[in-house]
Each structure stands twice: as C-alpha cells, then as structure tokens.
C-alpha cells in the first residue's frame, strides 16, 4: 500500500472540491511558475499592444527602433517565458495530484526555477538595453550580445531540469501504481508534452550553443542554412509541445467543467502517440523556398510528417467535443443535435476559454497552418502576415485562451482563493477571443495581399493599396481588444491571488456546471449512444470543419495556379 | 474521467461515429500528400531549392559582370542599373542592406535562370503584387527558373527582417 503511505502526512492536503490529493511542494511551485507566466504574459502583452498600433498605419506609435526591439521581446516573452512557465505548471500539477504521488524533488524544482527566472530576466534585459534587435528566431549572420543567447540556454536549461524532475516524479508513481493500473489521459497528455519538449529543447542548444560561442569570438560562424535548419527543431516543435498541452487542458476542462468523458481512451492516447512520432520532421516546412534543401525533401518531410501529425490533430478535434457531448448527454443533455451544446456552461470562463480556444484553433489556426505548410502554397506565404495570422489563431487563440480558462481553475484550487468581479471574468474569454479573430484575420488577409511579416511600414514601398491598410486596421483593433481581455484575466487573476477570499475547508465556488438532470436509473439513450461510439452533434461539426478545409486549401492551390511559372 | 485511471479494460478498437471520422480524416490527409508530388509534376509553380554554394563577395562580382554586360538603363531616380538578361539566360540579383540591385527588365514568356544572393544578411524575396516569396541566404546562390506569365512593374519587397532600415529594402522588376 506504498501509495497510501506516499500521499499521506503533512506536506500533503485533500482537495475540498476534487477529492484529489494535492503534493503541497508540488503546490508551491505550481504557484510559483503560473505567477511568473502571468508576469510575462502581461510583459509580452505590452509590448503586443504597441506592435498592434504601429502596424495600425493610421496610429503608427514606434519608431523604427523599437518596434523591432519590442517585436523581439514580445516573441521571446510569450512564445518563450509566458508559454513553459504555464507548461511547468501543468507539469507539477499533472505529474503529482493526478498520479497521486509526491513530488520527486523540491530542490530540483528550485533550481530549474532558478535557471528559468534569470535565464528570462537576463533575456528580457539584453533585449530592452538594445542589444538584440534581432527577432524571436535571431537569423544568423545577424547577431545579437552573447548575453541573449546564454539567457535562452539558461532558461532551457532550466525547463529540461523540471522536465526530468517530473519524469522522476511519474516514475516513481509508475513504480508504485499510486494510481491504479492506466495513467490519467490528462497525465498521459502531459507525459507526451514533455518527452517533445526534451527534442525541441535538446535542438535549442545544438542550434544556439554554437551561436554562443561565435558571439563570443571563440568559434566560426554557424551556416545560416544549417542555423535555420536547427533552430526550427526547437521553433516547431516547441510549438508543438504548446499544441499537447493545450490538448491535454481540453480534455481537462472539458471534464472539470461539463462532465465530459473520454469516448475511446486507445484513440485519444493513439492520437498523442502520432505527435511524438510524426512532429519532428513537420519543422521542415519552414524551410519550404528556402535554398539549400531540394523538392524532395520539403514534400517528404511536410506530408510524411505533417500529415500525420495533422490526422492526430483532426483526431482530438473530434474526441474533444464528442467527449463533452456524450458527458453532457449522460447528464440528460438529449435534445435535437445540439441540446449538449447549446445547455453547456456558457458563462463558466474555464469552459468557454477552452471551448473557444478549441474553435479557433481548429477552424482558423489549424486550417491555415497545414495549407500554409504546403510545399508550393507556401510560396505565396512565406514571411508575409499570413504566416503569424495562422499562428496567433494556435498559438494565442488556442494555446493562450486554453491557458487562460484553466487559469480560472487553478487559482480557486491550488492557491485556493476565489476571483472577485466574477461577471468580469465570465466576459473575459470573449473580449479575448474575439480580439484575437479579428487580428488573426486582419493579418491574413492583409498577408494575402502581399503586407509582409516583421516589417515596421508598409508605405515605403509604395504599393500596397486600400485594403492593405484596412485590413492592418483591423489588426489594430483586434489586438488592442485582445490586449483588454488579457490586462483584464492578468488584473482579475493578480487580485484574486493577493486578496480573494479564501475558500479553505469547502469546496471551491461553482462557476457553472450543468446540473444532472438524468433521471436516476441515468439515460439509456445516452449510454447506448455512447456505447455504440455515436457523438451525432459533433459529427456534424467535424463535416462543416472538414468542408472549410477542403474549400480553402484547393482555393489556395487555385491561386498558386494563377502565378508565374517558377522551377 | 479524463483526470482519473480508466478502467481496467480500456482498450478498444475505435467504432461508430469515431472510426467514421478516423477514415474520413486519414484518407483526407492522404488526398493532401498526394497533392504535393503532383503539382512537383504538372503544377507550374514549384520551390525545389536548387541552389549552389558562393562566397558573398563572389557573387556581387558575378552581379557587377552581369550588369556591366547587359546593361541598358538606369533608373533615373536611384541610379540603379537596369539590365536585359537574355531570354532562356541567365540574370542576377542582389540583396543586401538594404537595396536589391540590379533592376532586372524580362520579357513575358522567356524563362530565366534568376540567381539570387546576399552580400550580408538573410533577406527575404517577396514578388509583388505577384505575392511569390523565397528566402535568401548568404552563402547560397538560390536559382529560381522562372517564367513571367504577366507584364507590367513589379517591386520586390524585403519580406525578412534584415535591420533598421529594412523596411525600405525595395527592388523592381519591369515585364514586357
Ligand atoms: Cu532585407
């Protein structure tokens, strides 16, 4: 009874709202990594709202400067630093209260912290004194001080210690069986989460060591094919790492906040099994019209890869919302289609952060991106708006919101005080949500118009026209929207953590949860729908998904058809 | 459920409206791999990468030799040189911080071996208002075979960050 004895004593408690045991060390440093991801979240967010108004032609606030300093820090700050510190904290809390174990190592956790804290603050200082004007993927030969590229090692460093230290921690739950015979999918979700994030981050330092080195004059400079070849196994697959987590936080949501239910675990973990397998390779496809990699190769790593992981993609895309379906019908949910949908906990942010940031990320990032990725459509995309109008829509609408919604979760549990303004932060998921949609348009469209990425003005070239502007106006406005919905979850949340009203010794305050209304012998229509694999609502809404998809991508092959002819 | 162990008989194969979308997806991702290699054969519009290794300096000489060979023009305003390449020959461009040199005037239908190159940084290739885009690098000497199909003024854009005054990294191409 080795899990009994390991979940008691007193550096654990009892979950008043769960039942779930909760490792206080693994608490504190739960605590620890989502108060610095919210501090970066809110840094990278500042300088997103300064960005936002200088595409804005009719706004244009940088000089020429800053907007590439601010653009290299709101990269770094939220791709990097908001993105793994929330990534650390799911790994504790994953690792521990839902295995059931205590927390391998509380002095590992201190120093990967530690690393990860002045890793960050190091970065973000080089970056601000003007040091490192040289953008998120930092393209050699442009070079930046020794000091942001060691800060980046350090903070990687430090994630790959917290990394093992949760892999110790599943160890010995594995060895002891603190949670019965089969991992939780949440858990096996986070597992797959970190095994990526091992990859990406090992090709972080084989890509940025180097580069180290040469700033510091000791060595040669990098081959900049190679350099970009390297660094994009850290720069997708840490992405990648974002798309499990967010994932495994739908599936988490789904069920804390609806009753969802797992309709087939082989598929769901299946399906996690394709990304750690098939995502590696998928870095290629940033590679699509560059020199130095020939057609075979881009076709071969783009579909082989892609595709596969894609299909583990389109996979969750439908156990995610079938799982809540059948959860929210075995509720008694039965009506038409979509009773289950419609009766779902609208006003509950942790449900809509997550079932928005499932929408979004589906229906506009997803699409995109794997049209995007596309060996020859890529040539009309490559480094235009259209490339960061796909990834703000995975990244920010999808990976950004999920964060957010589970946020709305993790403060009343583990920090165990409750939001004040509640009506504020039911709102908050939309303001954000559809900030992010009309920026993540807004980008595209203007990117299909030819508006390139990472460029501080568009008017020196004298070419781009009325919708060009218009749609860069829209880009304003959605992103400074999106900025509201983010000062208000950063503002809402920094409150309740100093001063919300604690909730010890009972359970935490319902944000909404749908009711049972099943009579009590339960539903029979429902299980034998369940039983027979039947989710009729979200077949319908993965066929509309499916038919977006199709339309797109040819349309897009039919304007690449339109273009000069090119070898 | 999905926080908790499931039972102990948990595997199954996927049935019903699951297994349904697993194949409709898989052959859907199988229809999108497809795609690729038959554009590589019979679509027109195609990024194979072919490319050679050149030092910078190199290459802006090799650019220098084909401008002084088939120049026929200079642009009034910039005093940038515009060349004539022979159609089916090769041509040249240069990118660098922050100009792309020379401007180059083809004629509608010939095909054309473009070299493009950089003298310092990576840049990026964006044809507009064609919207076609390669990366450049240092070091790489990036042969696109490329056919106009449409006349007029075209500018090419720098589309990768390459400092302070990339923005204004502007080049032209006049089809005939
Ligand atoms: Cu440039």
């Known amino acids: 009874m080795a899990s009994i004895t390991a979940m008691s004593g007193p550096r654990t408690r009892k979950c008043d709202t769960t039942g779930l045991p909760v490792c206080l060390d693994a608490e504190f440093f739960v605590k620890m990594n989502a108060v610095s991801a919210v501090v970066f979240l809110l840094l990278g967010g500042i300088a997103a709202l300064t960005l936002a108004l200088t595409r804005w032609p009719a706004v244009h606030l940088l000089d020429s400067t800053w907007f590439y300093r601010m653009l290299t820090f709101h990269g770094v700050n939220m791709l990097i630093f908001w993105i793994l510190f929330m990534e650390m904290a799911i790994l504790y809390f994953a690792g521990t209260t839902l295995l059931k174990t205590k927390l391998f190592s509380p002095k590992l956790a201190w120093a990967g912290f530690g690393l990860m804290i002045s890793g960050a603050v190091m970065t973000d200082y080089i970056i601000l004194m003007g040091q490192a004007d040289v953008m998120l993927t930092s393209y050699l030969p442009l070079v930046a001080h020794p000091l942001f590229y060691l800060g980046i090692i350090l903070f990687a460093v430090g994630a790959l210690v917290n990394i093992f230290n949760f892999f110790a921690t599943v160890y010995v739950a594995w060895k002891n069986k603190t949670y019965g015979e089969t991992m939780p999918l949440v858990a096996f979700g986070a597992v797959t989460a970190a095994i990526i994030a091992v990859v990406a981050l090992l090709h972080g330092a084989v890509a940025l060591v180097p580069t180290l080195t040469f700033a510091m004059g000791w060595t040669a400079e990098p081959d900049p094919m190679w350099y970009r070849l390297i660094w994009w196994g850290l720069g997708h697959q840490s992405q990648q790492v974002n798309v499990v987590a967010m994932v495994s936080v739908w599936y988490l949501m789904s069920h804390l906040t609806s009753g969802g239910v797992v309709l087939n675990e082989f598929v769901s973990r299946g399906a996690f099994v394709l990304y750690i397998l098939f995502i590696n390779l998928a870095s290629a496809h940033h590679l699509l019209v560059d020199p130095g990699v020939g057609a075979t190769w881009k076709i071969w790593n783009t579909s082989y890869a892609m595709y596969l992981a894609v299909l583990a993609s389109l996979i969750h895309g439908f156990t995610v919302p079938a799982g809540l379906e059948a959860g929210m019908r075995l509720k008694g949910y039965t009506k038409g289609l979509f009773g289950w949908l419609w009766n779902a906990p609208w006003k509950n942010p942790g449900f809509s952060g997550f079932f928005l940031s499932l929408v979004i990320f589906g229906f506009i990032g997803g699409i995109t991106g794997v049209t995007l990725g596309t060996q020859q459509i890529n040539i009309t995309a490559h480094n235009t708006l259209r490339i960061p109008g796909h990834f703000h829509a995975t990244v920010v609408g999808g990976t950004s919101l999920a964060f957010m919604g589970l946020t709305y979760y993790v403060v009343p549990l583990l920090f165990r005080r409750e939001y004040s303004f509640k009506w504020l932060a039911r709102l908050q998921p939309y303001v954000f949500a559809v900030g992010i949609v009309l920026m993540s348009l807004g980008m595209s469209f203007a990117g299909s118009a030819g508006v390139a990425r990472r460029t501080w003005d568009i008017d020196a070239a004298g070419i781009y026209g009325a919708t060009s502007h218009l749609m860069l106006g829209v880009l304003g406005i959605g992103g400074t929207l999106a900025f509201i919905g983010l000062l208000i979850y950063v503002l809402l949340t920094v409150h309740a953590v100093l001063f919300g009203q604690k909730n010890h010794g009972r359970a935490m305050d319902d944000w909404g949860t749908p009711k049972d209304i099943a009579p009590a012998e339960g539903d029979t229509e429902a299980r034998e729908l369940l039983e027979h694999g039947k989710a009729p609502g979200t077949m319908v809404l993965v066929l509309v998904l499916l038919a977006c998809f199709v339309v797109y991508y040819f349309a897009n092959w039919k304007a690449l058809a339109d273009l000069w002819h090119v070898r | ?176």
């Not at chain 2, 072919?50 to 000489?61: C, G, I, M």
């Not at chain 2, 060349?83 to 100009?99: F, H, I, N, Q, T």
């Not at chain 2, 290739?125 to 070091?139: A, E, H, I, R, W």
């Not at chain 2, 090419?156 to 006049?174: D, L, P, Q, S, T």
Request: proline share 8%.
């Open chain 2, 1 to 176: 459920m999905t926080i908790h162990s499931p039972p102990k008989d948990w595997f199954k194969w996927p049935h019903g409206h699951e297994r349904l979308w697993i194949g409709l997806a898989l052959v859907w991702c199988l229809i999108m791999f497809a795609m690729m290699p038959y554009w590589h054969f019979n679509g027109k519009q195609n990024s194979t990468g072919e490319s050679y290794a050149v030092e910078p300096d190199a290459f802006v000489e090799r650019v220098e030799q084909f401008t002084a060979a088939n120049k026929v023009g200079e642009d009034p305003a910039s005093g940038i040189p515009i060349v004539e390449p022979p159609p089916g020959g090769d041509a040249y461009l240069l990118g660098r911080m922050w100009s792309w040199t020379p401007t180059l005037k083809l004629r509608q239908g010939e095909t054309y071996r473009l070299h493009i190159s950089s003298a310092d940084l990576q840049h990026g290739f964006s044809l507009q208002p064609m919207n076609m885009n390669f990366q450049v690098l240092p070091g790489y000497d990036h042969v696109l075979t490329l056919t106009p199909t449409t006349t007029g003024e075209f500018t090419i854009v720098c589309n990768e960050f390459c400092g302070i005054g990339h923005h204004a990294m502007i080049g032209k191409i006049i089809v005939e």
